[in-house]
């Protein structure tokens, strides 16, 4: 054990070391970092590698290895025996077409995984903006809690004044003391949702749970008018990296049909043979081909012509899928916006002007306690349905550009 001295310092040391500094990031350094560190890209990238390696390995000129085959034994003759050798090298060609359907699968498949690999960028994107959004929004809801506890502090004060001077009851101090500790509940569970909104932010992140994070930024209403409905439609069908995905994994299919058809085929192999008998050497050009009687690639025929089959289909429901997708998200977001326009113009300033004067109203006797706590609450609850609004179209806003297909 180190001496007591020593240790006492090493306490104070730690005591005195300064916290770890909190991160300032923006909505758009989150998108960002996310894209960067999320491991739930991992897959997604090591799938586009791995496409992109079998590119090459289909691009070779020639698939398979030349075969090797070699033969000696003794010619055994009455007269004397002689060692006769055979040494044969053949390589096995494709000329129907095979390397080409190949490649072509190939380059469909790493065009379909850089794809996927995009549109998991893009729902990321979209959940690091609504998680953002919620940070942001448990923030200004702790600010509101905390006002609404000093709001509900000034009230109780308020109450014991009256009641010392003989203008009010027992009744409205005991009210004012049950507001108080409403209160304090309320600033609690805004305090645990602000919590639960970082942590839920940093493991999008990828970051630390112990790493402090500074939001930067506001929500706020959107003020732009939104696109046509029409345009954000062809824009996800024709460019939304699923259904792009999709249509690479038909044109994959399809190669893969003809590679399968074209592999029925015969498959000649040229070749060279070196032989010795005699005291003789031989040398001559061997040609051979595969006669498929019984084996003519059925399954893989079969196999490819029902993914083929299937991609068709998946690409036709996807595009329904993205128009309907792009529908909904665009109602929700007209639906996310005029509830955010409700609070705007005047209503909000009026609520924060009655706030400021209703406790002094109280302490002057000229409303009473009941129509302070419905003046307090009625303003409070804006404020936090302001919040909320602002949240949903922040949310809504999220899934809109999801469902068109953009990452910003």
Same mark, same amino acid.
């Given at each position: 054990?180190?001496?007591?001295?020593?240790?006492?310092?090493?306490?104070?040391?730690?005591?005195?070391?300064?916290?770890?500094?909190?991160?300032?990031?923006?909505?758009?350094?989150?998108?960002?970092?996310?894209?960067?560190?999320?491991?739930?890209?991992? &897959?997604?990238?090591?799938?586009?590698?791995?496409?992109? $390696?079998?590119?090459?390995?289909?691009?070779?000129?020639?698939?398979?290895?030349?075969?090797?085959?070699?033969?000696?034994?003794?010619?055994?003759?009455?007269?004397?025996?002689?060692?006769?050798? @055979?040494?044969?090298?053949?390589?096995?060609?494709?000329?129907?077409?095979?390397?080409?359907?190949?490649?072509?699968?190939?380059?469909?498949?790493? $065009?379909?995984?850089?794809?996927?690999?995009?549109?998991?960028?893009?729902?990321?994107?979209?959940?690091?903006?609504?998680?953002?959004?919620?940070?942001?929004?448990?923030?200004?809801?702790?600010?509101?809690?905390?006002?609404?506890?000093?709001?509900?502090?000034?009230?109780?004060?308020?109450?014991?004044?009256?009641?010392?001077?003989?203008?009010?009851?027992?009744?409205?101090? @005991?009210?004012?003391?049950?507001?108080?500790?409403?209160?304090?509940?309320?600033?609690?569970?805004?305090?645990?949702?602000?919590?639960?909104?970082?942590?839920?932010?940093?493991?999008?992140?990828?970051?630390?749970?112990?790493?402090?994070?500074?939001?930067?930024?506001?929500?706020?209403?959107?003020?732009?008018?939104?696109?046509?409905?029409?345009?954000?439609?062809?824009?996800?069908?024709?460019?939304?990296?699923?259904?792009?995905?999709?249509?690479?994994?038909?044109?994959?299919?399809?190669?893969?049909?003809?590679?399968?058809?074209?592999?029925?085929?015969?498959?000649?192999?040229?070749?060279?043979?070196?032989?010795?008998?005699?005291?003789?050497?031989?040398?001559?050009?061997?040609?051979?081909?595969?006669?498929?009687?019984?084996?003519? @690639?059925?399954?893989?025929?079969?196999?490819?012509?029902?993914?083929?089959?299937?991609?068709?289909?998946?690409?036709?429901?996807? =595009?329904?899928?993205?128009?309907?997708?792009?529908?909904?998200?665009? @109602?929700?977001?007209?639906?996310?916006?005029?509830?955010? &326009?409700?609070?705007?113009?005047?209503?909000?300033?009026?609520?924060?002007?009655?706030?400021?004067?209703?406790? =002094?109203?109280?302490?002057?006797?000229?409303?009473?306690?009941?129509?302070?706590?419905?003046?307090?609450?009625?303003?409070?609850?804006?404020?936090?349905?302001?919040?909320?609004?602002?949240?949903?179209?922040?949310?809504?806003?999220?899934?809109?550009?999801?469902?068109?297909?953009?990452?910003?």
């Amino acid at each position: 054990m180190f001496p007591r001295p020593l240790r006492l310092a090493a306490l104070l040391l730690v005591a005195s070391a300064p916290a770890l500094a909190a991160r300032p990031l923006t909505m758009e350094q989150s998108v960002a970092l996310a894209l960067e560190r999320s491991p739930r890209l991992i &897959e997604e990238r090591a799938e586009a590698a791995s496409a992109q $390696a079998l590119l090459e390995g289909a691009s070779r000129l020639v698939q398979d290895n030349p075969q090797l085959q070699a033969a000696v034994g003794p010619r055994i003759r009455d007269v004397g025996n002689t060692v006769e050798i @055979n040494v044969g090298l053949s390589q096995p060609l494709e000329l129907f077409g095979q390397r080409g359907a190949r490649k072509e699968a190939a380059r469909a498949t790493v $065009a379909a995984r850089q794809s996927r690999l995009e549109s998991s960028k893009v729902e990321l994107a979209a959940e690091v903006r609504q998680a953002f959004g919620a940070v942001l929004a448990s923030e200004q809801a702790l600010a509101l809690a905390q006002d609404a506890l000093s709001l509900a502090e000034e009230g109780r004060k308020a109450a014991e004044e009256r009641l010392k001077a003989g203008a009010a009851s027992h009744i409205e101090v @005991n009210t004012a003391r049950v507001d108080l500790g409403r209160a304090q509940s309320e600033r609690v569970r805004a305090e645990r949702r602000r919590t639960r909104a970082h942590t839920e932010l940093k493991l999008l992140l990828g970051l630390d749970p112990s790493e402090p994070i500074t939001p930067d930024g506001e929500l706020r209403a959107d003020v732009e008018p939104a696109p046509s409905l029409a345009s954000l439609v062809e824009k996800a069908v024709s460019q939304r990296q699923d259904v792009e995905a999709a249509r690479f994994e038909h044109e994959a299919a399809q190669a893969e049909s003809r590679l399968a058809r074209r592999q029925a085929l015969p498959t000649p192999s040229l070749g060279v043979s070196y032989g010795r008998e005699e005291d003789s050497n031989i040398l001559q050009g061997t040609i051979g081909i595969d006669l498929p009687l019984f084996d003519r @690639n059925q399954a893989a025929r079969g196999v490819s012509s029902a993914r083929e089959r299937q991609a068709r289909e998946n690409l036709a429901a996807l =595009e329904r899928f993205a128009r309907t997708e792009v529908e909904l998200a665009f @109602n929700r977001y007209l639906t996310a916006q005029a509830a955010a &326009e409700v609070f705007g113009g005047d209503v909000l300033s009026a609520l924060q002007e009655n706030l400021s004067l209703v406790t =002094e109203a109280y302490r002057a006797g000229k409303v009473d306690f009941l129509q302070l706590l419905i003046i307090r609450r009625d303003a409070l609850d804006a404020r936090r349905g302001y919040i909320e609004a602002l949240e949903e179209l922040n949310s809504a806003k999220a899934q809109l550009l999801k469902a068109v297909g953009n990452i910003q």
